[in-house]
RNA sequence: AGCGAGGUGGAGCAGUCUGGAGUGCUCGUCGGACUCAUAAUCCGGAGGUCGCGUGGUUCAAAUCCCGCCCUCGCUACCA
């Protein structure tokens, strides 16, 4: 039987710096959805890669003294390494400086010139000797280029250029017939209404440098932008017969040059069209764009390690807005989905089944926890993929409130405890697309099983031995807004006490076993040099010497307000030196320092060990 | 300026295209249940004139139309 093939691709990114949030977005998405359609049993094919030519590149790499290939080379490992700790499993990594994909934009440049739809003219805009750039007139501060304040040139440049004005009606056409094409729908008018307004033919080489593609039929040319960059996704295909793509997810910034210029070449060198281009928004970080200039851009290293957790970052792109809209990204926003959705909700559901059927097994019997999979597919065929999401987590819902209601820890009811361990199997299996870690795991804990549609079909197996072990996620505690200081744990807990004591009537922090007490590394170490932080009021960065063993450290601290610099330097206190690790105001913090401190914080006083070695343990 | 998106209980969002009792979700809050589970889970309550015009259409408007106010993003290679 002959599979459905299933093509789906990300754009090539500019690597011009090491990629972020918004790179992230769009790759675990196709990911996602790559990995839906597996489990749906097609013929699935996941490309992504780099746009590596370019003018901004050659400047780039001059600038740092590389040359333009070696200055990409050096970014590509970056790429590749940020989805492999994103759980992105592609095809292919295509870059435009691979020879099949050259060869075969100059093939398509010489069809394209063959039929007539490439013509030399003369390009004429206003250019900045300084830049060695054109800009055009809104770009400009009173007629003179922004960066040198000089009045900018008419030049004329000889270039060829694409007549895509001739592709106007065929466009619309196009939109017309099919409705899916420019995708979510109500991108579509705003597209139709500018192509309406009538298309410009394009530029597309320059003579002014030479990293790109040479035009096969005028070598003094190097193919321009788009169309070298669009044709990666014919290019990228390990066989023919997969073009034309299923689907080119984007950002809503390109949507123009997918939707008119990219089917217009298509047209003209006589391929077949992408079936569907669909446009995601953006993120904004605490309600603010992400910008390189304001130190806004999260990489994918910080992205992970707010929860330590790739699946929690993955599983919150895909839940926290619906896609195809702009959402805004918080490291609160994302810490409250992993504990609530998928520690508080998933793991919790998995914890407390495994745990009772450890001790009380499973009986086979027909399950009446059924999960309504053409409904989630549907929404997934549709890429509401935060819907999807929902709904399968109403499931889980469903088995928390089922596990309440028959209460298997007091009857032992083996087949309650069945039909939950086959709800989870399913749920697993649902999951695998957004979160496949995290599947994988739970797969384990159950002996295995396959993450394919079939396989929720499959009844599950008895004689299996089923593990509690391990939680699927840790809980991250997070820190109050006020008091980023090492002192935060304390206040958290006494808001905890205050509780307590209201609940009870007694003042205590709760019992811990002496194992628990034993998991702190706790050590003397001597400050060694303390600085400012910027913007940060009450935090100094504090280098330690923590001893042979463990040698230097550096923490944030909040004792700002109660001890001078000098006070620090040389002082010997009680380092924890295995707290999990945290940025403050951009400084990684390995540990704390031990205060004692007044209720309201008027006086604080470091913990003093005496005169012992550094790197001696506390106990 | 132009284009686009948004304004829904204390916070964040769905719901608006295809009008049908303010419906839903997450967090917070209050009360209860449970004690299998990572202080997790479950049930219930309080809390909103769905930005404004007490504008228009309609038997019926968060939803469609008009006007206004406010917020945010984009304007060409940063998703």
Not at 406 to 430: C, G, M, R
Request: glycine fraction near 6%.
């Amino acid at each position: 039987m002959v599979k459905e093939k299933f093509y789906v691709t990300t754009p090539i990114y500019y690597p011009n710096d090491i990629p972020h949030i918004g790179h992230a977005y769009t790759t675990v998405i196709a990911d996602v959805v790559a990995r839906w359609n597996k489990l749906l049993g097609k013929d699935v094919y996941f490309l992504t890669g780099t746009d590596d030519h370019g003018k901004k590149i050659a400047d780039t790499a001059e600038a740092a003294g590389k040359s333009p290939m070696e200055f990409v080379d050096d970014l590509i490992p970056k790429f590749k390494d940020a989805w492999s700790k994103m759980g992105i499993e592609y095809d292919r990594f295509i870059r435009t400086t691979d020879k099949d994909h050259e060869k075969n934009v100059q093939s398509m440049l010489q069809k394209s010139y063959d039929n007539g739809d490439i013509y030399l003219g003369e390009y004429e805009g206003l250019y900045c000797i300084g830049c060695e750039q054109y800009y055009t007139e809104k770009d400009l501060e009173d007629g003179c280029c922004p960066i040198h304040k000089k009045p900018v040139e008419k030049v004329k440049e000889e270039t060829y250029f694409f007549r895509l004005s001739k592709y106007q009606d065929k466009l619309l056409e196009l939109y017309e017939k099919n409705l899916e094409f420019i995708s979510p729908p109500r991108r579509r008018q705003e597209i139709i209404n500018r192509v309406k307004e009538g298309l410009r033919d394009l530029s597309i080489s320059r003579t002014s440098f030479d990293w790109g593609v040479k035009l096969p039929f005028d070598k003094k040319h190097v193919c321009y932008v788009w169309f070298d960059a669009l044709f990666n996704y014919v290019s990228g295909v390990d066989d023919k017969s997969r073009w034309p793509a299923d689907i080119h997810l984007i950002g809503k910034d390109i949507i123009w040059f997918h939707t008119v210029y990219w089917p217009a070449f298509l047209m003209s060198v006589g391929e077949e069209l992408p079936k569907k281009v669909f446009a995601h928004g953006w993120w904004t970080f605490d309600n603010e764009k992400i910008s390189k200039s304001v130190g806004k851009v999260i990489n994918i290293d910080e992205l992970v390690a707010i929860t330590g957790n790739k699946d929690s970052a993955r599983y919150f792109l895909c839940r926290a807005t619906p896609f195809g809209d702009d959402g805004d990204f918080s490291e609160s926003a994302l810490v409250d989905r992993h504990n609530g959705e998928l520690l508080n909700k998933l793991g919790n559901l998995v914890s407390r089944t495994t745990g009772l059927i450890e001790k009380y097994g499973v009986e086979k019997c027909e399950s009446g926890l059924v999960v309504n999979f053409d409904s989630i597919n549907s929404l997934m065929q549709n890429l509401e993929i935060d819907k999807a999401l929902n709904e399968i987590f109403a499931f889980i819902d469903l088995c928390n409130e089922y596990i309440q209601e028959k209460k298997p820890w007091a009857t032992q009811d083996k087949k309650v405890l069945y039909e939950l361990a086959d709800a989870i199997k399913n749920i697993a299996i649902l999951l695998y697309p957004f979160i496949p870690s995290t599947s994988e795991k739970i797969a384990d804990k159950f002996g295995g099983f396959k993450f394919t549609k079939e396989g929720l079909n499959l009844p599950f197996d008895v004689n299996i031995e089923i593990k509690k072990g391990e939680g699927l996620f840790v809980r991250i505690e997070q820190e109050e807004p006020e008091a980023i200081s090492q002192k935060s744990g304390i206040k958290k807990k006494d808001k905890k006490v205050n509780k307590e004591k209201k609940a009870e009537g007694v003042m205590t922090l709760g019992e811990v076993t002496f194992e628990d007490f034993a998991k702190l590394d706790l050590r003397v170490a001597e400050i060694k040099e303390v600085e400012e932080i910027e913007d940060a009021d009450k935090l100094y960065k504090i280098s330690l010497d923590v001893g042979e063993n463990i040698g230097a450290r550096t923490v944030c601290a909040g004792i700002k307000k109660y001890y001078s610099k000098e006070d620090l330097i040389g002082r010997k206190i009680v380092y924890f030196a295995n707290l999990k690790p945290r940025k403050m105001k951009g400084v990684v913090s390995e540990g704390m320092l031990f205060a004692a401190s007044t209720e309201d914080d008027s006086q604080v006083s470091l913990i003093n060990p005496g005169e012992i070695a550094n790197g001696s343990q506390v106990s």
